[in-house]
């Protein structure tokens, strides 16, 4: 008797405990990356520093001390507390360049991923959608941009259009446009096999409330995925466009365009290049390390 009452009190048991949420579900299968925790903290420190740029950066950006080339850090002899990370050849303060420089990476990388996924997601779609030859010319022209290398295809595109910060944003959205192209293409057709697409067809939804409303909502996932690790890529194509004086253009504070500048001292003021090169690494790997943890909390296939 009481081997029958045990199963059915664990049922009730079972049954009056809270079902976590799917937030509480999703930070659980998150959290359990560390690198992914770390890669989110370095994210929130740098938005912090972008967001009050004015109110942490000693100086201004294009500020000049004329009286103070290439001072090292503080901790070294000759470093003053009024310049924490040194000065440029041109007297600028490098930690404020560093932080204006962190809005203007942010900037760049949310303006790029915004614009190909954007772009990409509607073709990709259109594609699925529409097929015959309208799904023909989509991919083969997604497969013309993947014959060359992202950079390379860049550097045509910013040496076509003329170089400048506008333009260098717009090339690297136009290498970025087949990943979320054939991404969201995949997704969609996985999604137009399934039942609950063809019901709502039957319903007599109409095309584009099948596109937007019950397909795409059910690719979010993996577009999340690409755009976080998007960003990455995008903040450093744009630094390689503005190291080979194809992106923004000086005195403006960004990390690529410093590191340019700094060739020429590597020998005599290290700090000049080494700090931008930091400052480029910690971001890239920051968002890297974020999209593993969103792709292990996102796929259910990878939970453990």
């Known amino acids: ?32 990356n560390r690198g992914a925790v770390i890669g989110l903290g370095v994210m929130v420190t740098l938005l912090v520093l972008a967001a009050g740029a004015e109110f942490f950066a000693p100086h201004a950006p ?14 070294e002899e000759g470093g003053s507390w009024s310049f924490p990370l040194g000065t440029d050849d041109v007297g600028r303060d490098v930690f404020s360049r560093l932080i204006f420089g962190a809005r ?21 779609l259109t594609a699925a959608f529409v097929g015959g030859w309208v799904d023909s010319a989509i ?4 497969d013309v941009l993947l014959v060359f290398p992202s950079l390379l295809l860049a550097i045509v595109i910013v040496a076509i259009l003329g170089p400048g910060l ?3 944003m717009l090339a690297v959205a136009i290498v970025a446009l087949p990943a979320y192209t054939r991404l969201s ?6 999604e137009l096999a399934r039942d609950y697409v063809t019901a709502t067809r039957c319903a007599g939804a109409g095309r584009l409330h099948l596109m937007f409303s019950t397909v ?4 979010l996932a993996p577009l999340i995925v690409q755009a976080s690790l998007g960003f990455s890529s995008a903040v450093l194509d744009a630094a390689a466009l503005g190291f080979l004086g194809l992106g923004a ?7 690529g365009t410093m590191l340019a500048g700094a060739l020429q001292f590597y020998q005599r003021a290290w700090w000049v290049l080494t700090f931008p090169g930091l400052a480029i690494l910690i971001t890239v790997l920051a968002f890297n390390l974020f999209g593993d943890g969103l792709r292990d909390a996102l796929d259910p296939k990878l939970k453990r």
């Open 216 to 219: 795409l909502p059910n690719c």
């Open 62 to 75: 294009i500020e000049q001390f004329r009286e103070y080339f290439l001072v090292p850090p503080v901790w």
């Open 166 to 168: 506008f333009n260098a």
């Open 139 to 142: 991919m083969r022209l997604m």
């Open 185 to 190: 293409r995949a997704s969609a057709l996985a």
């Open 249 to 255: 253009q000086p005195p403006t504070p960004e990390w």
């Open 1 to 32: 008797m009481s081997g029958a009452e045990n199963p059915s009190a664990a049922t009730a048991v079972n049954a009056a405990l809270p079902m976590p949420s799917a937030a509480r579900l999703f930070w659980r299968g998150f959290a359990e």
């Open 104 to 124: 203007l990476s942010l900037v760049i990388g949310f303006s790029v991923v915004t614009l190909s996924l954007t772009c990409g997601t509607a073709l990709g």
